[in-house]
C-alpha cells in the first residue's frame, strides 16, 4: 500500500523530491513507497519509506543515499529510527511547516539533526550542496577506503556495518533452521540423507528465485504467497542456463521455498551477505580443514579492492582474476569497484558484457564456486549468467589448468586469498604467489592475504625479494585474531600497484591494527598505526615488515645487547617430566593434576626442594618478587637437562615468560639475590662484567625493552632470542649509582606489611618516572623519537599494583629529554613559578601571556 501524507507535506515533499532529481537521482535511481525490512527489529518488520535515493541500480542498503519521510505520529530521533534499516547515511524529516535534514546514525539521537528548511529555501540548498550531495559523492562518503576526499560530517561509518551484522546474524539462523528442517524431512520421507551439496544448492536456487521476485524481474511475479516449488526452480534454472542436479524430493523442495519466501525479503540487500552464509553456515568442519578455506569477510576485500588504484589502468584492460575463488568475495568487491569506474552512460547490457570480460575466478572446490557463480549474478542483478568460473587447480602446471595460466598472462589485477596448507615442501601460498609473479605482466597489481609468517619467515624469502625487485612501492597490514573467524594463524594483507622502472629501494608502507581496534577496522577501515621504511631487495629477502617505532630501533642498531650483557645466560626455568595441568573431558578448561602438583610443589621446605617461583601469571609486578613456593629439584623429575643446573645462587633478573597482556607494557622483572629457583613460566639474566641485577631489571622494566618485546612478539609467547637482541644504554657511573638506589628505594617502598597509600603509590611513581628517564637518557634518543616511544604506551596500563598514567600530556611538545622535563630545575622554570618569584609585572600583554602559558 503506497503511503500516505498530509496535503501540507505534500507541498513540501515534492519540492524535496525535485531538489534529489536535480542534482542526479533520476529514474530508478529515486524510488517512491520503497519497501524494506526492517533488520534493526526483532521479526524484520516491513517499513515502507515515502522516497528513497540511490547512487545505483540493483538497488540495495549499500548504495542507498537520502531517505525521504513525512511525520506520522513520530518525528525526531524516533522517526529516523525506523528508516536505519534503509542504510542511506541522511534523511529528510517532511513535516507541515519545514523540512529537517538528518543525519542517520546506529543510534539516533537529537543531535543529528542538521538543518531546518522553510519552503522557499529548499531549492537553494540542494543548488549549494550539490557536489556533495549528489550519488557519487555520497557512495564516494560510503566507501571507507576511497583514495578520494570525502565529507564525512553526514555519514555515520558504523551504521552499514551494524546493519550487516544483524542481517548476517537473522540470515545465519534462518538458514541453518532450513537445512535442519529440510535434512530431517528428506531423511523421513526417503529414510536416506541427503547430499549436502544438492541440499545447498536447492537452497541457493531458491534464494535466487527469492531475489528475482523481491527485484520485480518479468516472469518471477507470483500473487498469493509462495510460488509452486518446481515452477520456480525450473524459471531458475532456465534463466542462468543451470542443469545441476538438486534434490528430488518434492516435500523437501516446498519446504525450503515456502520457509525461504516466508522469512526474507531481498528488496533492500546486498548480496556480500551470501558470502558471509558460505563462509559461516555453509561449509563443513571438515572441508573447511581439508581444503584450508578461510574465506575472505567482504569488508577486508572491499579494503584491498579500494587501496588498490585499479582507477589507472585502461578502462579496456581493467582484468581481474580471482584464484583460489571460493565464494567469489573478491570478484564481488571487484565488480563493485568496475561499476562505479565506468561511464555513467553504460547500460545494463553493456555493463554485464563487460564484467563478464574482465572478471574471472578459478578453484577446485565447485561447491563455492556455485555460490561465487550465485553471488556474482546477484550483483549484477538481473543480468543472466556468463561468468568466467573455472574449475582448476591453479597450482597445476599450464597444460592441466590451461585457462587459469591464460587468463593470469593478461591479467591487470590479481586478488587471492590462497589455503594456508602446503604443497610438498612449500607454503601454498609462498609457491602460489611466486607463480603469480613468474607468469603474470609486469605491470599486474595484487593483493594477497597471507600469514603472518610472510613478513620474516625463511619459506618465503624468494618471493619477498622478487616483490622487492619488481615493485618500488607496497602495502602491508598486519591484522590481530579474530578478522578471519577460521583462521588458525595471524594474517597479513599484501598490496603491491606499482612496478619499478629503475633500481633502487622499495618503499613499504606498514599499517597495523591492534586487537582493541579490531571492530573499528572492520567497520571502518581505521589502522592503529603506520610505520614506514625502505628495503633493498637484500634487506627484503630477510623481512619486510616495518617494526613499530622503526626509526628508534635504527637508531639503536649499534647499542650493544642484552646477550652481551649476559653472554648469552639468558634461559628458561626448570621444566618437569611429570604434567602439572590437563583439559577437563567435555570441556576447554584446563584443571590441575593433584597428584603430580603435590609432588613437585610444596608451600614449606621438603627434602629435594627449594625455594622458588611456581607462576608469572599473577602477582608479579615490576621490582616486585611474586610469591614464592619451594619447587622439587630432584633429578628423576627434571625434564630437559641443564635448567636445574643453571647458577641459581648467583644474582640474577627474573623475567615473565608469557605477555602480560596484549598491550605494549608486556614485561615485568624483579633483581633476585636470595637464589629462588623458578619455573619454566620465567626467564632469568644472569649479568656479567660492569652489569649488576638492579640495573638490568631497571632496562627490563623500562620502555625501550617493553616496546622492542611488544613490536616483535604479537602472540602470547616471549623468545629468549627476541630478549638477547634488547639494545642497552649506556651509563655513567654516577647514574649507574643512582638506578641502584631508587631500585632498591622503590624495592622496599611498601613497607614490610605491605601497606599501599596514597602517598607511597605517589612516590612510588615518582620513583618510576626518575628510573625510565635516567635508563632513556642512556640511549640519548633526540626528545621528537622519545616522545614517539612514550606515546605507544598512552592509555595502557603498566605493570604495577597502581595506575601509573602517561607520561605527558596529550597535547605536550617537549623540546627536551624526558630526563629533563622530569628535573626539579625544568619543573621550576614554568611561567606559573615565574610569575610567582619574579618582581611585580604591570604590563598587561605580558601577564596575559604568561598566564596563557601557565
Not at 531481498?266 to 563443513?284: A, D, K, P, Q
Not at 579494503?303 to 568475495?329: A, F, H, M, N
Not at 643446573?645 to 615473565?656: G, H, Q
Request: with cysteine; aromatic share 10%.
Amino acid at each position: 500500500m503506497a503511503l500516505k501524507h498530509a496535503d501540507p507535506q505534500k507541498r513540501l515533499f515534492d519540492p524535496v523530491l525535485a531538489g534529489l532529481r536535480s542534482i542526479g537521482y533520476r529514474g530508478a535511481l529515486l524510488r517512491t513507497n520503497y519497501v524494506f525490512r526492517d533488520w534493526f527489529q526483532s521479526g524484520q518488520p516491513e517499513r515502507i519509506v515515502p522516497a528513497a535515493a540511490f547512487a545505483q541500480t540493483p538497488v540495495s542498503y549499500d548504495n542507498a543515499c537520502f531517505a525521504v519521510v513525512c511525520s506520522n505520529g513520530k518525528c525526531d530521533k524516533d522517526l529516523i529510527a525506523d528508516y536505519r534499516a534503509l542504510g542511506a547515511p541522511m534523511a529528510f524529516e517532511v513535516r507541515n511547516e519545514r523540512v529537517l535534514l538528518w543525519k542517520v546514525s546506529r543510534q539516533p539521537s537529537i543531535e543529528d539533526q542538521r538543518k531546518v528548511l522553510r519552503l522557499n529555501e529548499i531549492p537553494g540548498v540542494f543548488q549549494r550542496h550539490a557536489n556533495e550531495w549528489n550519488p557519487e559523492s555520497v557512495l564516494r562518503a560510503k566507501n571507507i577506503t576511497t583514495p578520494l576526499p570525502r565529507q564525512l560530517d553526514f555519514v555515520d561509518l558504523g551504521l552499514i556495518p551494524a546493519l550487516e551484522e544483524h542481517i548476517r546474524e537473522n540470515l545465519d539462523s534462518l538458514l541453518r533452521e532450513i537445512i535442519y528442517k529440510a535434512d530431517n524431512l528428506h531423511q523421513k520421507r526417503t529414510k536416506r540423507k541427503p547430499d549436502f551439496e544438492e541440499l545447498v544448492r536447492l537452497v541457493f536456487r531458491a534464494l535466487t528465485g527469492k531475489v528475482m521476485h523481491d527485484r520485480g524481474l518479468r516472469g518471477f511475479e507470483f500473487a498469493g504467497g509462495p510460488p509452486d516449488a518446481n515452477e520456480l526452480l525450473k524459471k531458475v534454472g532456465k534463466h542462468y542456463g543451470d542443469k545441476k542436479l538438486i534434490v528430488q524430493d518434492q516435500a523437501t523442495r516446498e519446504l525450503v521455498v515456502r520457509d525461504l519466501w516466508e522469512n526474507i525479503d531481498f528488496r533492500n540487500l546486498s548480496v556480500e551477505v551470501l558470502s558471509y552464509i558460505w563462509e559461516n553456515t555453509l561449509v563443513s568442519r571438515k572441508s573447511r580443514k581439508s581444503l584450508s578455506i578461510i574465506a575472505t569477510p567482504p569488508t577486508v576485500a572491499r579494503y584491498i579492492v579500494r587501496r588498490l588504484p585499479i582507477e589507472e589502468i585502461p578502462e579496456d584492460q581493467r582484468r581481474i582474476v580471482e584464484p583460489c575463488c571460493g565464494c567469489g568475495t573478491f570478484l564481488v568487491a571487484a565488480l563493485q569497484r568496475l561499476r562505479e569506474l565506468l561511464p555513467i552512460h553504460f547500460d545494463e547490457a553493456q555493463r554485464h558484457s563487460y564484467f563478464v570480460e574482465m572478471l574471472s575466478g578459478f578453484d577446485i572446490e565447485a561447491f563455492g564456486q556455485e555460490v561465487a557463480w550465485s553471488c556474482l549474478t546477484l550483483a549484477d542483478f538481473p543480468n543472466p549468467n556468463g561468468w568466467m568460473l573455472r574449475k582448476e587447480d591453479v597450482l597445476a602446471s599450464p597444460e592441466r589448468a590451461p585457462h587459469f595460466h591464460r587468463a593470469l598472462s593478461n591479467a591487470a589485477v590479481v586478488l587471492c586469498n590462497p589455503p594456508f596448507g602446503r604443497l610438498g615442501a612449500h607454503r601454498k601460498p609462498a609457491e602460489l604467489l611466486a607463480r603469480v609473479l613468474e607468469r603474470s605482466h609486469e605491470n599486474v597489481m595484487f593483493g594477497f592475504v597471507l600469514p603472518r609468517v610472510f613478513l620474516s619467515g625463511a619459506g618465503y624469502r624468494d618471493v619477498r625479494r622478487r616483490i622487492a625487485e619488481r615493485y618500488a612501492e607496497i602495502e602491508i597490514v598486519s591484522l590481530p585474531d579474530r578478522v578471519f573467524a577460521h583462521a588458525e594463524s595471524q594474517t597479513t594483507l599484501l598490496l603491491a600497484s606499482h612496478h619499478r622502472n629503475k633500481p633502487g629501494p622499495t618503499a613499504v608502507l606498514h599499517r597495523k591494527v591492534n586487537d582493541a581496534d579490531r571492530q573499528v577496522f572492520l567497520r571502518e577501515h581505521t589502522v592503529s598505526r603506520e610505520d614506514r621504511a625502505s628495503y633493498e631487495p637484500r634487506e627484503a629477502e630477510k623481512r619486510m615488515e616495518v617494526p613499530i617505532l622503526h626509526e628508534i630501533w635504527e637508531r639503536l642498531a649499534r647499542f650493544s645487547t642484552l646477550r652481551e650483557a649476559t653472554g648469552g645466560a639468558i634461559h628458561r626455568g626448570i621444566q618437569w617430566n611429570l604434567l602439572l595441568t590437563k583439559i577437563a573431558p567435555g570441556t576447554k578448561q584446563r584443571v590441575a593434576i593433584e597428584q603430580n602438583v603435590q609432588k613437585l610443589i610444596s608451600d614449606s621446605l621438603r627434602p629435594g626442594f627449594r625455594r622458588g617461583l611456581r607462576s608469572a601469571e599473577t602477582d608479579f609486578c615490576s621490582y616486585e618478587c611474586p610469591p614464592v613456593s619451594y619447587l622439587n629439584v630432584e633429578p628423576r623429575y627434571q625434564r630437559l637437562r641443564g635448567a636445574f643446573d643453571l647458577p641459581w645462587d648467583r644474582p640474577k633478573v627474573i623475567v615473565n615468560k608469557n605477555r602480560k597482556g596484549r598491550g605494549p607494557w608486556c614485561l615485568a622483572a624483579c633483581a633476585d639475590n636470595s637464589g629462588l629457583v623458578c619455573y619454566q613460566s620465567f626467564i632469568c639474566l644472569w649479568p656479567k662484567g660492569e652489569w649488576t641485577a638492579p640495573l638490568l631489571a631497571a632496562v627490563m622494566n623500562s620502555p625501550v625493552a617493553n616496546a622492542f618485546v611488544a613490536v616483535r612478539e604479537d602472540k602470547r609467547n616471549i623468545r629468549v632470542e627476541t630478549l638477547g637482541q634488547i639494545p642497552l644504554p649506556h651509563f655513567s657511573p654516577e647514574q649507574e649509582q643512582e638506578i641502584t638506589r631508587f631500585v632498591e628505594e622503590y624495592e622496599h617502598i611498601w613497607g614490610d606489611d605491605g601497606s599501599r597509600t596514597d602517598e607511597t603509590e605517589s612516590h612510588a611513581r615518582w620513583l618510576l618516572r626518575r628510573i625510565d628517564s635516567i635508563v632513556l637518557r642512556g640511549y640519548g634518543l633526540p626528545p621528537r623519537l622519545e616522545k614517539e616511544l612514550l606515546e605507544y604506551f598512552r592509555g595502557h596500563k603498566r605493570s604495577v599494583p597502581f595506575d601509573f598514567g602517561d607520561y605527558y600530556p596529550p597535547d605536550f611538545t617537549p623540546c627536551v629529554p624526558l630526563w629533563m622535563v622530569d628535573s626539579p630545575e625544568f619543573q621550576k622554570s614554568t611561567a606559573a613559578n615565574f610569575l610567582q618569584n619574579a618582581p611585580a609585572i604591570t604590563d598587561p600583554e605580558l601577564v596575559a601571556v604568561l598566564n596563557e602559558l601557565g
